[in-house]
Structures are given as structure tokens and as C-alpha cells.
């Protein structure tokens, strides 16, 4: 074997799992399947599945098992350690033949990676595959990223197509960018000294549960198992991005440090005005842009722009609230810098705990022209709350404080422009009650906070907060009509004082309207209420149709 074979042969062996290959987008329409998708006009790419010969076949279902039993093994280590404690296993006579058969084990399991790098070497597609794959690391050309994007592979070996340092403008430190943080409470330095002393156990346990199952019951979507499930639908979500839509992957690294898995989606030529809008999509805490709510303003003729979260599929690190953000600030440097749409064309869409992330970017990139809020709340403290033990009040509260501090309604009325609320009239999951209770519903929250901060509480408040609060109970739309009815609420009234408002005072919220009128706020109120948010009589988990995604109310 001549030494560049034995180059190729090692770049098999360690080379990423090829899943599909995709039909260059180049080749002929005569020397390929190609159809047209009826809701976006894409031309379809018909690709085929990687055929790994027998070789590689087999080995790959060895390392796959092995890989699946060593993360089962890593989330349980602490029970097996704990049993093996209690009988007796941690002393040098037991250990020494257990590192043994670890050894022999890890030896095994190289050899049949070799073995695998033998039938990839012997498999011409594979050899193509990886020859670009290493020329593109080398040079990333258009023609070799081009190139590259006809292969559907492990992404982790993807190389980085955009970094945060590339902005040389912005100075974004390294540990990440500003979050909102809760108040200090102040107290004298000698009090301050013994009570960090005092909390230094309440602030271990803090930090050992939020790293630990807190982080992983908040965002399910983490954790490797779950992913190793879900990895045949991943797939075939990102089969259809790519070949029916003409998706394109991107990854980019956040100031953090972390690999974010990207695709765009691009109707500027074939969509209108529609087109040259980007919907940038927030995920929810188990959801993919694979097979997430990216669908809903894609199938409605958008451009789009679809992430996951640290930790999820392609994507590395965790999701800890920094790295949400740092995560999502590079995706919009990416729209921005990269794929070249201005600030007016952005409209941020987030479904459930994406609603973190879409508030911060909207706090932080404020000249934005849209954000749409679909089944999210104001706070993750009351909803972790609900389903830990009482008992656990003081704990949960300082842990979630500390670190997984989902602050939305505080984020959101940083943000001037035009807001859309979507409220599940049965959603189960960010209800503090049940999903009967459609007052429990912690997105009633979420309005109120944005409709006292923007009105200053003049109208939200006493009688028009009472108004709101009833409109909020009703569990369905001719219920919603029939209070609007009653309460006699004039549209174009509504509308001609805020326009009235708007031209005499000409500056950002919060207003002062209201603060003079002795009738009519609880009427005002309501037509706020009914402008910013707007029910969907489905479960939290349900996806958005299309024809039910709409642009936000602006005055």
C-alpha cells in the first residue's frame, strides 16, 4: 500500500457516517428525477441512499450499538458507581481485571473501526465522498462547498462556512453576549460575606441540579438517547429541506465556542414579496428545524432560516440561556452579514422555549420588522414550579434564577415593534393548572406584561385589566365576539386615538395613552388585546398550519 493510499485509508477509518447523496444541482433536468413543489416552485433534486457495502455494513451496527451503550452507560454512571460502592468493587484487586476487559474492549472495538475504514476505501462513492470533503476543509471555495452539499453526512465534520469573528465591527467578549440579569439584593459587606457563606450548599445543589437533570428536563431535545431515536426523522426532514425546498446547511461558530446547525431556504427569486422576507425560526425545547416550526412559514412562501439549539443534532455544546443566545446572535449575523438581508426584512418566529431566544434577538436587534410568539409564556418560573414539589419552592426558584432564567415578558418589552401572540386554547403544557383552565395559560401573562408596559398601565389597569382578564378566560371564539359585542368596542375608535396619540407624541413606548379618558380604556383594552394576541384551538404540540401565520397588527 503506497503512501497516499494509506492517507485515504486513514481519513475511512476516521471519516464521518455518509448517510444520503444528494443529485448535483448542475446535472441535466433529462439525467435526473425532477419535479416542481407546488407550494414553493423549487425544483426538486431526487438524491439516493449511501449503499455501504457488506464490510462496512456490519461494522457500522458494532460501533453504532457500542456508541448507543456507552451514552446509556454515561447518563446511569452515577447508579452503577453507587451500586458497585455498595458491593464492594472499588478496591484494587476488582478493578485492575475490569480495566482489563476495558482495555481489550477498546481494542476490539478500534479494530473493527479499521475494518470499517477497509470497506470504505474499497467503496468508490465513499472515496469521492471523503476526497472532497478534505478538499473543502482545505479551501473552502464556492465550488468545493457546492460541492460538499450534495453529501448528507455526520455534521459534526462539516467545516465552520461562518464564524462571529467575522464582523469585525462587533466586540462580543468571548464568554458570550448580555443577557438580562435578575436585581442584586443589596446588603452591607459584612452581611453580604456570611450570607454567601450561609447559601454556599444551596448553591452547590444549585449548580449540580441545573448541570445535571435540570438542564436536560428543560431541554429534552439534548439528550442523546432521545436523538438516537429520533435520528430517522431528522433525516428524512433533512432529505426534504434540501431536495424539495433546496436547502442549504451552514455551520457557524458562536463566540462561544459552540457549532450551530443551520439551513436557509431561499424564495428571493420565486416568491414575491413574500420571498425577501426571512422567517428566522426558534425551535421549542424538543423540537428540530428538521421537523419543527420551520414548516409553517416555509410551506406559506417565505425565505427561511432554521437552527437547532446547543446540544441538538448537529449543533454542540449545551443550552444554558448564554449559549441560547450566543447561538442565536450568530444566526443573525449570519442573515445579516452572510446571506445578505437588511434588519426590515427580518421576522423572528419562535414556538414555545424558542420564545427565549426570539424575544432576546428582538431586544437586541430592535429595528427588526416582526416577531411572532407561538405558544410561549412570560417566565419559566412559574411552569418549573408546577412540576416540582413544593418543598423544593426556595431551591427551584434560586436555580432557575441562577441559571436557566427564561425571561421573556422581560425581553419582550425591550422590543418597540410589531408583536403577535399565539395562544394554544389547549395547550397542556405551559398551563400552571390544566389545559381546561385556559386562565392558567402562563401566555395570558405574557400579554399582560407587554400591554401595561406599552400603555404604561393607564389603560390596563382597574376596570380595563378586569376587561382583559375576561377576554382572556373565554374558552372560544364565539364567546371572544360575543365580549367584544358587549362591551361595544369600536375599532376605528380604537384606532383613530392611538393614530391621534401617535402623531402628537412621536416617541416609543411605553405611552402615557389613556391617562386623561374617563371612558373608554376597557374598550381600548380589549381591541389592544384582540391586535396582539390571537387564539388557535389546538394542543401545544400541534404545528401551525400555514394559512394561521400571519404578519403582526401594525397601527
Known sequence: MSVPQLVLWFRCV??????????????????????????????????????????ERHTE????????????????????????????????SKLVPVGQYAATLIIILFGVACLRGIGRWTNPEYVQFITILEETKKSQTPENKKRLACYNFDFHHWPVDFSWEKVSSRKTKTNGVSLLKPE???????????????????????????????????????????????????????????EEFGGQRAKLLACDGNEIDTIFVDRRKIQGERGKKIVICCEGNAGFYEIGCMN?????????????????????????????????????????????????????YAWSIGGFTATWAAMSYPE???????????????????????????????TVRQYLNLNNAEQLCKYQG???????????????????????????????????????????????????????????????????????????WCTSVLQS???????????????DMKEGRRQLALFLARKYMKNFDATHCTPLPPYEFQLPWTL
Open 14 to 55: 476516521f471519516g464521518p457516517k455518509l448517510q444520503r447523496i444528494h443529485r448535483q444541482p448542475e446535472q441535466n433536468p433529462a439525467e435526473r428525477n425532477v419535479t416542481t413543489h407546488a407550494a414553493g416552485g423549487v425544483r426538486e433534486r431526487q438524491g439516493l441512499p449511501y449503499q455501504p457495502r457488506s464490510l
Open 61 to 92: 451496527s458494532i460501533l453504532s450499538w457500542a456508541s448507543f451503550l456507552w451514552s446509556v452507560s454515561y447518563y446511569t454512571s452515577p447508579l452503577v458507581a453507587f451500586y458497585l460502592y455498595r458491593k464492594g468493587y472499588f478496591c484494587m
Open 184 to 242: 442584586p439584593k443589596y446588603r452591607g459587606s459584612a452581611d453580604s460575606m456570611l450570607s454567601s457563606v450561609s447559601k454556599l450548599p444551596c448553591q452547590i445543589v444549585s449548580y449540580l441540579i441545573a448541570h445535571s437533570f435540570g438542564r436536560r428536563m428543560l431541554y429534552p431535545g439534548s439528550f442523546y438517547p432521545l436523538q438516537k431515536a429520533m435520528m430517522p426523522m431528522l433525516i428524512q426532514g433533512q432529505i426534504r429541506l434540501v
Open 296 to 348: 409553517t412559514p416555509l410551506e406559506a412562501g417565505y425565505s427561511v432560516l432554521g437552527w437547532n439549539h446547543p446540544g441538538f443534532a448537529g449543533s454542540t455544546g449545551v443550552p444554558f440561556p448564554q449559549n441560547e443566545a450566543n447561538a442565536m446572535d450568530v444566526v443573525m449575523q449570519y442573515a445579516l452579514n452572510e446571506l445578505g438581508f437588511q434588519l426590515d426584512d427580518i421576522i423572528i
Open 368 to 398: 427588526v420588522s416582526a416577531l411572532v410568539l407561538d405558544a410561549s409564556f412570560d417566565d419559566l418560573l412559574p411552569l418549573a414550579l408546577k412540576v416540582m414539589p413544593e418543598s423544593w419552592r426556595s431551591l427551584v426558584t434560586r
Open 418 to 492: 410589531p408583536v403577535l401572540l399565539i395562544r394554544r386554547t389547549k395547550d397542556e403544557i405551559i398551563t400552571t393548572t390544566g389545559p381546561e383552565d385556559i386562565t392558567s395559560n402562563r401566555g395570558n401573562d405574557l400579554l399582560l406584561r407587554l400591554l401595561q408596559f406599552r400603555s404604561v398601565s393607564k389603560v390596563v389597569t382597574g376596570e380595563g385589566m378586569q376587561a382583559v382578564r375576561e377576554w382572556l378566560s373565554a374558552s372560544n371564539s364565539v364567546e371572544e365576539a360575543s365580549l367584544y359585542s358587549a362591551y361595544e368596542v369600536d375599532d376605528e
Open 501 to 515: 396619540y401617535q402623531a402628537d407624541q412621536s416617541k416609543p413606548f411605553p405611552w402615557c395613552v389613556g391617562e
